[in-house]
């Protein structure tokens, strides 16, 4: 999910989805939904790309890149 708010939304905000500052505004939810949407859609366009974009992503979560 943080791939594709990253994605479709920008780092501010997945940034303040991931400080948990309360419950999850319908707005938010709304905007996480269009971005699941759409990265479902481009999953099926280029499903090899995708993969590897949120490969190269998780590598950086791991490594404790800052988004």
């Not at 707005?27 to 090899?48: C, E, G, H, Y």
């Amino acid at each position: 999910m943080a791939f594709a708010c990253l994605r479709y939304h920008g780092k501010s905000f997945v940034r303040k989805l991931a400080a948990g500052d309360g419950k999850i505004t319908t707005w938010q939810s709304l905007k996480i939904a269009v971005a699941l949407f759409l990265w479902n859609r481009a999953t099926k366009k280029d499903p090899w790309g995708e993969l590897y974009r949120i490969t190269k992503f998780a590598q950086k979560w791991k490594e404790g890149d800052s988004i």
